[in-house]
């Protein structure tokens, strides 16, 4: 299950497990997000492709607004996924030590 | 283990806690987990998404093997469908060219050891195999 919620500072947090099951319901929360747009993903333990379509949706969205979106917080693992898919090279990332 | 699960993405919260019994019975390293999940979604998603004309539950296996772990899916009645040829993947492309298509299985393809697939039958069985290495500690 994925929690999506706003957090400090207009902030919006990811908790849980971003899989194909959970897309939809993280889709239609981004879709309603305005610029600036920083993602904290302390808290999120897994990522599939369905959630790096769902961030790279969110990202085009507001690209096309003029800054898109921001991860802060990524955890080694997570940040691998990023890595592998390409996706480090076209979203900002700040990473966490914390695995 | 083996366990089989319905054609739907909404059992990846099942598929999630049978690997996760998996694990804790096997001793298996949890430092491969993620990538063994990532590979058993990315994988069952595929067949749910693009096998169409069945309705057959889709079996997922799992054995304990030297340094990690050997996972099997297997589809029935479906035509065949090596997720090894699957389109290139550019990730260097621009945001504007890139698409979250075809991107599961390029990860499956860069996270496990080995993939093999077997077509008999009408019986589709995607097989990989992840080990602990040095960068998974």
């Known amino acids: ?99 | 283990m083996e366990q089989s699960f319905k054609r739907s993405v909404n059992e990846l919260q099942a598929i999630v806690a049978a690997t996760g019994r998996f694990f804790s019975h096997s001793g298996t390293a949890e430092s491969i987990r993620m990538a063994v999940d990532l590979a058993v979604e990315e994988l069952f998603v595929n067949m749910v998404t693009y096998n169409l004309g069945t309705d057959h539950d889709i079996l997922l296996q799992m054995q304990a093997s030297p340094g990690g772990v050997t996972v099997s899916l297997t589809d029935y009645d479906v035509e065949p469908f090596d997720p090894s040829l699957a389109p290139h993947v550019d990730i260097n492309a621009p945001l504007d060219q890139r698409e979250p298509n075809g991107l599961g299985l390029y990860l499956v393809s860069k996270m496990v050891d080995s993939v093999h697939y077997a077509y008999r039958d009408r019986e589709s069985k995607v097989t990989f195999v992840k080990t602990v290495r040095r960068a998974d500690d």
């Open chain 1, 1 to 99: 299950m994925i929690e999506i919620a706003y957090g400090n500072d207009r902030q919006v947090v990811l908790r849980g497990r971003l899989d194909a099951s959970q897309a939809e319901r993280a889709q239609a929360f981004l879709d309603q997000v305005a610029p600036p747009c920083v993602l904290d993903l302390g808290a999120l333990e897994y990522i599939s492709s369905a959630g790096l379509g769902v961030l790279l949706k969110t990202h085009k969205r507001l690209m096309a607004t003029g800054s898109g979106i921001q991860l802060i917080n990524v955890n080694p693992h997570i940040n691998d996924i990023f890595r592998y898919s390409g996706m480090d090279k076209l979203f900002s990332i700040v990473t966490s030590p914390h695995g």
